[in-house]
């Protein structure tokens, strides 16, 4: 008991002082930094500026739920009068606010990297049970791996503006362009590390296999996939980084929105506000990446045989 009380101290207090010193050394280092558009922010302009973004919300929100009210209001008044009318329900055209943002990146990393998984791990399974087309897939993957998403997005956004048109969209251009981007990027961790796992199972389980003639589709589940869980949720934590990564710089480049647009359109702005506001983007999107993280880490001690992975 008194081991993990000082195991849990510890892990609690060094990473606060590990925090208490990076803020110090921010808090010294910025006012002696000096851009054109002034001091580099410290820790308390920064959170005065993370309020004003809150402050704004806040105030969105409210000229939202009017902008309802009174179409709700307007409507029902012409109905009132004219009873074979149908109210046309027209949505908020308001500016996304930074939440909104949030939202809007987190929406579009899950979407691409839901599609990388299920694009990878099928792969990396039937690849990583045959040597020969794992031979075969490596110089493919090895090619496009290091490609970087600059040169993806061009190439991404012109095939979906020929191929995806539609007078009804089920959703935007920029979203499918960004979601397609991070598949792109990221599914390589996950196939690699997959294929990995599943050609290093031990002789005996697969032996077990052949003795007890299980089919192919029972074989992978009930032997290759447990066997290879560690391997595929290490390949899933570095695609879900990558991809939350790729996606910023997918939408500060193409100017799609989220996240990346909100630091690309505060740097374009250049008041004096900015660079507080760019420096609590790049917080909450390290914070936020922190959280995909740890969350994956979570669902792989859930799902993992190995009830004893540590939180690292």
């Known amino acids: 008991m008194a081991d993990l009380l000082r195991q849990s101290a510890k892990d609690i207090i060094l990473p606060t002082i590990g925090?208490?010193?990076?803020?110090?050394?921010w808090s010294i280092s910025a006012p002696r930094v000096i851009t054109s558009l002034g001091e580099f922010p410290g820790p308390a302009q920064v959170w005065s500026q993370f309020e004003g973004l809150v402050e704004e919300h806040?105030?969105?929100?409210?000229?939202?739920?009017?902008?309802?009210?009174?179409?709700e209001k307007r409507n029902a008044d012409r109905v009132a009068k004219d009873p074979t009318y149908e109210p046309k329900?027209?949505?908020?055209?308001?500016?996304?606010t930074f939440f909104d943002q949030i939202i809007t990146s987190l929406i579009t990393v899950l979407a691409g990297f839901a599609v990388a998984t299920l694009i990878a791990v099928p792969v990396g399974i039937i690849i990583?049970?045959?040597?020969?087309?794992?031979?075969?897939?490596?110089p493919l993957i090895q090619l496009f791996k290091p490609v970087s998403p600059l040169a993806w997005l061009p190439l991404v956004t012109m095939v979906v503006s020929a191929v995806y048109v539609s007078d009804d969209p089920l959703v935007s251009k920029s979203f499918l362009t960004s979601m397609i981007t991070v598949t792109l990027c990221s599914l390589?961790?996950?196939?690699?590390?997959?294929?990995?796992?599943?050609?290093?199972?031990?002789?005996?389980?697969k032996n077990v296999s052949h003795v007890l003639r299980l089919s192919w589709l029972t074989h992978v589940i009930k032997i290759v996939l447990p066997s290879s869980i560690p391997m595929v949720f290490t390949g899933l934590r570095l695609s879900l980084g990558i991809a939350w990564m790729v996606l910023i710089a997918a939408e500060m480049l193409a100017q799609n929105p989220g996240l990346g647009k909100f630091v690309w359109d505060e740097f374009q702005n250049g008041s004096s506000s900015s660079l507080g506001r760019i420096m609590v983007a790049v917080i909450v999107i390290g914070l936020i990446g922190y959280l995909l993280d740890r969350t994956m880490l979570l669902i792989q001690r859930w799902a993992s045989w190995d009830k004893t992975a540590v939180m690292r």
């Open 19 to 25: 925090m208490l010193v990076f803020l110090m050394i």
């Open 58 to 71: 806040q105030t969105s929100r409210i000229k939202e739920d009017a902008f309802y009210e009174r179409q």
């Open 89 to 96: 329900i027209r949505s908020y055209t308001g500016k996304p």
């Open 128 to 138: 990583g049970l045959s040597s020969p087309l794992y031979t075969a897939a490596n």
């Open 188 to 205: 390589w961790p996950t196939l690699i590390n997959t294929a990995v796992g599943v050609a290093a199972i031990p002789q005996d389980l």
